[in-house]
């Protein structure tokens, strides 16, 4: 965490969008003001800012904390700025004698610092950092004694680096006693990491972090990107925070950052927060997207084909079907050179251990190589550089045709790709994670015809997952596997443990289940260092904290000043004088409740879909599990088990269709008359359930 310790003249900002028009998108003025909070935001969203991430700010606090975090293009709910009050020395006060005063203050979190960070560019427009890395400084006797951060710019052959000693972070009691974690995990709390068996997602697909040999890829708004960042490994003896299913899988240290549909929660906040009825939702698939390239989706589609089903003949390729589908496929695509028929019904393979007949003759489509030369090269290699410029939209149109020409589905929906080829499988894995779906680890199958293994990997569309905490042991099992569960626990650890940093703060790991979206691991003052113009007047919070004239507040000490008694609201240096605030740059950048309201729609609906499960639990006669289905599907398209990724004002309708049916069964319940609403309530329930198989009702 970080705070504003000095104010300097705000850079002009570099190719920010511009902000979101509407009764909550006013222009930004010169100075903050309460009558300018009050027409920017309604009053329920003053109480919610100040519940939630500014408690204890004043009218005149909030507007300037407001004013700053839409200057910087900060956003409060991710963490990513932080409103608190800090205690400073006040000469004057006490007839000359000094005391201390209650200042506001507005610390940026390690979050912002990443986002100010990567959004920073160069004369020309191009982004400056390109990665960071960090690690431990230990004495000749093993001592941990500090930490270091490098940070990498584009523009610069060497990196920033920055070395911290341990005793100007750690953090002690009024007695000089070190607390918590500090004494007991001291290296633990410099860095977050994952066990050695997860993977993470590089330029070669999934790689285990102990054996990455490719750049990292992290998840930013526009996709996949990668990064100039190498993992680094630390010996840790420790509690783990374990979910272990497999459809939720991850094992790290308790400070790791988790990111979730409310914000980054560390792993061990999350683990004593969670319950049985999932409160998180962890995000699996990507979800940015870069606008669409010049290649068409037939030529996708094609080089899809081709490294299922093709061959490299005569300076161009060849694929060779005989399933009715392929050959319909290829025909319409119509990019091929020509077709000929190739007689192989009848021809005899052997191996070692039997003979394989053909039974169907082959139709073979020729194509001129620069037909898909953008993305495939000779010996179907895939350009991975040119994989990570496609859209999320052609990625998808990439991976399902790829599936379609050498995978399978099976009758339950489930999508396998399969492969014989680890560099196919990796660039798979890219653009599947790119198009949005979630990977599963690689399984492996043998055939008696091959001395290698076919490999297979599952996709799957589903991001949003819930995490879960049972009570009770034999509550883990998931599907009847032991070895399965869908429970967060805590697990003792000893042994390496890994992690890497990279710009944006996300990646994309995976361990024994699908892939999913998870925080990163000093850096803040090497960011300072390297990118001084956006970053130069943010201090960590450390700093602040260590310094002589600033106490962190405590709950026994008075309460802050009120409106009428408190001075008025201004930025502040490091030592405490006040430093005039400049107006906002040409092109402010989008703020808090600038975006529309559904940009985010996660968290909105990830509570009605809590509230609509806790209504239908509360039925008396609950509706049967073929009943409850067609309601979903037919009110909010998705099945039950996927209401997440349903749009959340359909699933606000259908909370409140079972609201007024509860309303409806309580009052049948007292033998009272239904009003107006009920009634139509239960006469669209009627309407429904005449279309079940064989009559059947709830």
């Known amino acids: 965490m970080t705070g504003t310790a000095t104010a300097t003249k705000p850079t002009e900002a570099k190719e920010i969008p511009e902000a979101a028009t509407g009764p909550q998108a006013l222009a930004l003025p010169p100075s903050p003001s309460v009558e300018w909070l009050n027409k920017t935001l309604d009053k329920s969203q003053i109480q919610t800012l100040i519940a939630t991430v500014a408690p204890g700010a004043t009218p005149d606090e909030l507007a300037v904390f407001f004013w700053t975090s839409r200057r910087r293009g900060l956003d409060p709910f991710l963490r990513q700025v932080h409103f608190v009050k800090r205690r400073r020395w006040n000469r004057e006060l006490n007839e000359g004698n000094g005391g201390y005063e209650w200042v506001a203050t507005h610390q940026t979190g390690i979050d912002g610092f990443r986002v100010l960070a990567n959004r920073a560019k160069g004369p020309d427009s191009t982004r400056l950092l390109a990665g960071i890395k960090r690690g431990p400084i230990r004495d000749a006797q093993g001592a941990l004694t500090g930490a270091w951060a490098e940070v990498y710019r584009h523009d610069w052959k060497e990196p920033a680096r920055i070395e911290v000693r341990w005793e100007e972070y750690v953090q002690t009691d009024n007695k000089g006693m070190v607390l918590g974690l500090w004494k007991t995990k001291p290296q633990t709390m410099l860095e977050k990491c994952y066990t050695a068996d997860t993977e993470v997602l590089t330029e070669a697909g999934f790689q285990r972090f102990d054996a990455v040999a490719a750049r990292v890829l992290q998840v930013t708004p526009h996709g996949l990107e990668p990064v100039t960042a190498q993992p680094f490994c630390r010996t840790y003896d420790g509690p783990m925070i374990e979910h272990d299913g497999e459809h939720l899988n991850f094992c790290v240290t308790p400070n790791h950052d988790m990111l979730t549909t409310v914000g980054k929660i560390e792993a061990g906040d999350l683990y004593a927060r969670a319950r049985s009825r999932p409160q998180f939702f962890i995000p699996r698939c990507v979800e940015g997207s870069r606008p669409d390239i010049p290649f068409t989706d037939e030529a996708l589609r094609l080089a899809a084909a081709y490294l299922a089903d093709g061959y490299d003949h005569d300076g161009g390729f060849v694929i060779a079907v005989s399933r009715p589908r392929k050959v319909a496929a290829l025909r319409a695509l119509g990019l091929h050179k020509r077709e000929r028929l190739a007689r192989r019904a009848g021809d005899v393979a052997m191996t070692p251990t039997r003979s394989i007949v053909t039974r169907a003759d ?337």
């Open 362 to 698: 082959k139709t073979e489509f020729v194509y001129a190589a620069d037909t898909i030369g953008f993305l495939c090269g000779p010996c179907k290699v895939v350009d991975i550089a040119a994989l990570l410029q496609l859209s999320r939209r052609q990625a998808r149109v990439f991976v399902d045709a790829w599936i379609d020409f050498d995978g399978s589905v099976t009758a339950a929906g489930v999508r396998r790709v399969y492969s014989s080829r680890p560099i196919h499988l990796a660039a798979f894995e890219i653009a599947a994670v790119a198009a949005g779906y979630a990977v599963s680890p690689r399984r492996a199958r043998w055939s008696d015809i091959s001395t290698m293994p076919n490999l297979h990997v599952t996709v799957s569309a589903r991001s949003l997952m819930g995490v879960q905490r049972w009570g009770r042991p034999y509550h883990r099992l998931e599907k009847g596997n032991p070895h399965e569960t869908t429970s967060m626990i805590s697990v003792p650890s000893s042994g390496p443990v890994w992690c890497v940093t990279v710009p944006s703060g996300v990646l994309v790991v995976r361990r024994r289940g699908f892939s999913m979206l998870c925080g990163n691991c000093a850096e803040a003052s090497a960011l300072r260092m390297a990118l001084p113009e956006d970053l130069g007047d943010l201090y960590i919070n450390e700093e602040l904290d260590n310094a002589e004239h600033i106490q962190a507040r405590t709950v026994e000490e008075p309460t802050p000043a009120t409106s009428a008694t408190a001075p008025k609201a201004e930025l502040l240096d490091g030592a405490g004088g006040v430093v005039p605030t400049e107006g906002p740059t040409q092109h402010e950048a989008p703020g808090l409740f600038d975006a529309p309201a559904d940009e985010s729609p996660e968290a909105d609906r990830a509570e009605k879909v809590t509230s609509l499960q806790e209504v239908v639990a509360s039925f008396r006669t609950k509706p049967k599990p073929e009943v409850w289905r067609v309601i979903c599907q037919q009110t909010v398209k998705v099945g039950p088990d996927d209401l997440m990724r349903a749009d959340p004002g359909e699933v606000a309708d259908l909370l409140a269709w079972m609201r007024t049916l509860k309303r409806a069964e309580d009052l049948a319940t007292e033998k009272k008359a239904l009003g107006p609403d009920e009634q139509k309530a239960v006469a669209r329930l009627r309407e429904i359930t005449k279309k079940l198989p064989n009559g059947r009702k709830s």
